[in-house]
């Protein structure tokens, strides 16, 4: 079965950090665009990070950028986000995708492999 698991979400302070993870099952992560998005209640899915599949760069919404860093660790077939500074804004519940194109996509809806989500919590 393919699928792409989440974990590491919490509760964490205004200010800390937070690293979660997402393992790929039945497909190798280093063959996809992996990205990031969050969800929090009652709002839309938003794109967070994403990691191109044939080079070796990232992409970051300006709500985040400088303080998150997704990663790649292909021999753990584990894509990770490393979340600093964290605001409350950033509560969330976090959603690992897959996409199979060079560059992925700031697009929620151009992803066909997702992961059922972590929980982020951020307390004030």
């Known amino acids: 079965q393919v699928q792409l698991v989440e974990s590491g979400g919490g509760l964490v302070q205004a200010g800390g950090s937070l690293r979660i993870s997402c393992v790929g099952s039945g497909l190798a992560v280093s063959s996809y665009a992996m990205a990031w998005f969050r969800q929090a209640p009652g709002m839309e899915r938003e794109f967070v990070a994403r990691a191109y599949r044939d080079y070796d760069s990232t992409d970051y919404a300006d709500s985040v950028n400088g303080r998150f860093t997704i990663s790649r660790d292909n021999a753990k077939n584990t894509v990770y986000l490393q979340m600093d500074r964290l605001k409350p804004e950033d509560a969330a519940t976090y959603f690992c995708?897959?996409?199979?194109?060079?560059?992925?996509?700031?697009?929620?809806?151009?992803?066909?492999?997702w992961g059922q989500g972590t929980q982020v919590t951020v307390s004030s």
């Open positions: 995708a897959a996409q199979n194109s060079p560059f992925g996509s700031r697009l929620s809806t151009e992803y066909h492999v």
